[in-house]
């Protein structure tokens, strides 16, 4: 429902670049539909009608099937649209279900055909790159049809490679912009509106107000809001010349659409992340772990298995750890859409005892690197920019802690200076935040540096007593100063990230003197401009609580099963990084890494 008053001279009225009119349509929701368009084919898998994982059920709740590819080897799979009239003022609309692991060995381009022509509009593997997707989820893509205004175009997905990704296209609309009174946008949760002032008059002052909206007013003329919450909402906007008002409203304007959750455990506060388990937490202390689903789930229904208490159906629980152990956790969430479910296998949390720590998390340890800056060596290794030291920070442990090694991981160690020393400390941060008094202290040779491209293989420095971490200290792991001689080549592998993102790496620059020459002084700068984390992983210690009970029974090893880094099980090892979980006499288990 539109609602206006106008005064004279002055009409306010408003459209948004969103208000769009379908009028071509196509969802794969029928056989008939779905032989509207033509396929071809080069293998025995190619695009036929099925569903994701996930299905578009969850966007379009009238949605039976989607277009669906499973992939296959040497695949050259081609789906094309009959003929369309594009109207001016059109847009192209759809969405896909992909992971984005393997899209580098298979994915899809879109082209646009006039008249025998091709176009590349969209190339799925470019955009994945470009925008960082690792899914699988379903993402919504948009295209400009301007060019082809007054044209017939046939649309066509050709589907190119060698085992790469299992594919689902689905919501393929052609929509025309419409600006009539009784335009509606349909959008997501969470995308935006871009509103444009449509007023007559001499204007010269906007008031909008929009419910559901972020932000819920504005007195810009032409403003973005952002809906995060399903519903229907409506907009106002009143405008003014200094002397005059006009307002118009449109009732249920805005129709967000929901999706059902996807299901995701947040850390506790105080929890580390780990090499071998997906987090590593104190006993006796409570815990509050974090719901970091999306979908805007509206119930909860949390298993945290060795646990008090064990179920909750709270949005954040608290609860506490008495037994020193491995546990899973489970996370069902739902809201009116449907529902979703994380559920790890039992070495997922590890309360109390001993484990190795860093900031990496699981999902990264595929894109470890290094940084080599050509002429001028490494960073956090050899170089010569100054840098000597370099640290990783770590949050302050939540009760006392100590650490008996640290384990760094090289990805060059290469030595000229063989019998150079390499320290390593662990160092309380002082009240700037920078590293501190040092807690202790020990050094390796370089020669003693261990790299195998084969394995996962850590250089194990050792302390001779382990060291103390009081709770409540924020503490780094410091490694170097480095031999830089010719022939001196190390450095650690580390995790880099965007712009923005968490950043744990810091070093050390040595300052110079008027012949640049370096001095014993200098400064510690957190590296913000290219944020990372080291491969630096201390052995910590939790200090026995009272209250804390273990297992000493005797037990045999009676399976294991190998999960790779999505999560696959099988009773074999997978090619690249697995996790082995090996199943005892007595019910219990424990999780190792290893690499094939």
């Known amino acids: 429902m539109c609602l206006s008053a106008s005064t004279q001279g002055l009409k306010a009225d408003f459209s948004a670049s969103e208000a769009m009119m379908p009028y071509y349509e196509q969802g794969w929701d029928s056989v008939d539909e779905f032989n509207t368009w033509t396929y071809t084919s080069s293998s025995s898998s190619t695009w036929h009608r099925g569903n994701a994982s996930k299905p578009f059920s969850t966007i379009?709740?009238?949605?039976?099937?989607?277009?669906?590819?499973?992939?296959?080897?040497?695949?050259?799979?081609?789906?094309?649209s009959p003929a369309i009239k594009i109207r001016p003022d059109s847009q192209l609309e759809f969405y896909c279900y992909a992971s984005g692991v393997y899209l580098v060995w298979g994915a899809w381009k879109l082209y646009a055909i006039v008249d025998g022509n091709s176009t590349l509009l969209i190339d799925q593997f470019t955009w994945a790159q470009e925008k960082g997707y690792d899914g699988p989820s379903w993402e919504k893509f948009t295209v400009d049809l301007a060019d082809f205004a007054g044209k017939q175009v046939q649309f066509s997905f050709v589907y190119q490679g060698d085992y790469g990704e299992d594919e689902a296209i689905d919501g393929f609309k052609i929509k025309q912009a419409n600006n009539s009174e009784d335009a509606t946008i349909n959008i997501k949760e969470g995308e935006s509106?871009?509103?444009?002032?449509?007023?007559?008059?001499?204007?010269?002052?906007?008031?909008?107000?929009?419910?559901?909206?972020?932000?819920?007013?504005?007195?810009?003329?032409?403003?973005?809001?952002?809906?995060?919450?399903?519903?229907?909402?409506?907009?106002?906007?009143t405008v003014g010349d200094g002397s005059e008002a006009a307002?118009?409203?449109?009732?249920?304007?805005?129709?967000?659409?929901?999706?059902?959750?996807?299901?995701?455990?947040?850390?506790?506060?105080?929890?580390?992340?780990?090499?071998?388990?997906?987090?590593?937490?104190?006993?006796?202390?409570?815990?509050?772990?974090?719901?970091?689903?999306?979908?805007?789930?509206?119930?909860w229904s949390w298993t945290i298995a060795g646990a008090t208490p064990?179920?909750?159906?709270?949005?954040?629980?608290?609860?506490?750890?008495?037994?020193?152990?491995?546990?899973?956790?489970?996370?069902?969430?739902?809201?009116?859409?449907?529902?979703?479910?994380?559920?790890?296998?039992?070495?997922?949390?590890?309360?109390?005892?001993?484990q190795e720590i860093w900031n990496i998390s699981p999902e990264e340890t595929t894109d470890l690197t290094m940084i080599e800056m050509g002429w001028y060596g490494n960073y956090a290794g050899t170089n010569w920019l100054g840098m000597g030291e370099f640290a990783?920070?770590?949050?302050?442990?939540?009760?006392?802690?100590?650490?008996?090694?640290?384990?760094?991981?090289?990805?060059?160690?290469?030595?000229?200076?063989?019998?150079?020393?390499?320290?390593?400390?662990i160092v309380a941060a002082g009240e700037d935040g920078m590293p501190g008094?040092?807690?202790?202290?020990?050094?390796?040779?370089?020669?003693?540096?261990?790299?195998?491209?084969?394995?996962?293989?850590?250089?194990?420095?050792?302390?001779d007593t382990p060291v103390e971490v009081k709770a409540g200290t924020e503490f780094f792991a410091m490694v170097g100063p480095f031999p830089n001689k010719d022939g001196d080549d190390i450095a650690i592998l580390l995790c880099r990230r965007e712009e923005g993102e968490k950043c744990t790496a810091y070093h050390f620059v040595y300052d110079e003197d008027g012949n640049y020459n370096y001095l014993d002084t200098g400064k510690w700068y957190k590296n913000v401009d290219d944020p990372l984390s080291l491969t630096i992983a201390p052995v910590l210690k939790y200090s026995v609580l009272d209250g804390i009970s273990t297992s000493s029974a005797t037990k045999q090893a009676v399976s294991h099963t190998y999960y790779n880094i999505a999560g696959m099980a099988s009773d074999k090892p997978f090619q690249g990084v697995n996790i082995v979980v090996t199943r005892y006499s007595d019910g219990s288990h424990t999780a190792t890494k290893v690499f094939r």
């Open 60 to 80: 379009d709740p009238n949605s039976q099937s989607s277009m669906v590819l499973f992939y296959g080897n040497g695949q050259y799979e081609v789906a094309t």
């Open 193 to 237: 509106v871009h509103f444009l002032d449509k007023s007559s008059g001499n204007v010269t002052l906007w008031n909008w107000t929009f419910e559901g909206g972020t932000p819920s007013s504005s007195t810009e003329q032409n403003p973005v809001v952002t809906y995060d919450k399903a519903g229907r909402y409506g907009v106002t906007l």
């Open 247 to 299: 307002t118009i409203t449109r009732e249920a304007y805005v129709t967000v659409s929901g999706e059902a959750p996807i299901a995701a455990v947040g850390m506790p506060e105080g929890a580390y992340l780990s090499p071998w388990v997906m987090m590593f937490v104190p006993t006796n202390v409570p815990l509050t772990f974090k719901d970091a689903s999306t979908g805007n789930p509206s119930q």
């Open 310 to 354: 064990n179920t909750s159906d709270e949005q954040n629980p608290t609860v506490t750890y008495t037994t020193e152990g491995s546990y899973g956790i489970r996370l069902e969430v739902a809201n009116d859409i449907g529902s979703n479910v994380f559920e790890t296998v039992g070495n997922a949390i590890q309360a109390g005892g001993e």
């Open 392 to 425: 990783e920070h770590f949050d302050a442990p939540l009760v006392d802690a100590t650490i008996s090694k640290v384990n760094i991981y090289f990805g060059k160690v290469t030595a000229e200076s063989a019998d150079a020393d390499i320290p390593v400390k």
């Open 437 to 463: 008094e040092i807690l202790g202290s020990t050094s390796l040779k370089a020669s003693e540096l261990a790299y195998d491209p084969n394995t996962v293989n850590a250089t194990e420095f050792i302390f």
